[in-house]
């Protein structure tokens, strides 16, 4: 079965730290460009950080520029994506999607066009 499995969502104090994993089976990701998406109850999905294949450029959006930090470690076919400095305005579910694509991390991140999604974990930052 092809997906990809979040995890390390979790309830967090403003100025706090949490590391997302985003986990593929059944197909190996060295050969696609990968995203962190967002969705806030009432708001529409916000591409976050996207990676592009083998390593390539990355691409934040502003509100997360120099807080969070995406990597990938195709040897264990997992994404990370860091997150610093955590304020209440990150609370949303966060998902991971992947695309065999050789377009920039930015357009990734832009468009929704992903080959797979996963299932989403909840990011709450509250004191």
């Known amino acids: 079965q092809l997906q990809l499995v979040e995890s390390g969502g979790g309830l967090v104090q403003p100025g706090g730290s949490l590391r997302l994993s985003c986990a593929a089976s059944?197909?190996?990701?060295?050969?696609?460009?990968i995203g962190w998406f967002r969705q806030a109850p009432g708001k529409e999905r916000e591409g976050v950080s996207c990676?592009?294949?083998?390593?390539?450029?990355?691409y934040y959006v502003d509100s997360v520029k120099g807080r969070f930090t995406i990597s990938r470690d195709d040897a264990k076919n997992t994404v990370y994506l860091q997150m610093n400095s955590l304020k209440p305005e990150d609370t949303a579910i966060y998902y991971c999607?992947?695309?065999?694509?050789?377009?920039?991390?930015?357009?990734?991140?832009?468009?929704?066009?992903?080959?797979?999604w996963g299932q989403g974990t909840q990011v709450t930052v509250s004191s």
């Open positions: 059944g197909f190996t990701l060295d050969l696609y460009t």
């Open positions: 999607a992947a695309k065999r694509t050789l377009w920039t991390a930015q357009t990734m991140c832009n468009r929704y066009e992903n080959d797979y």
């Open positions: 990676i592009r294949v083998r390593g390539g450029s990355t």
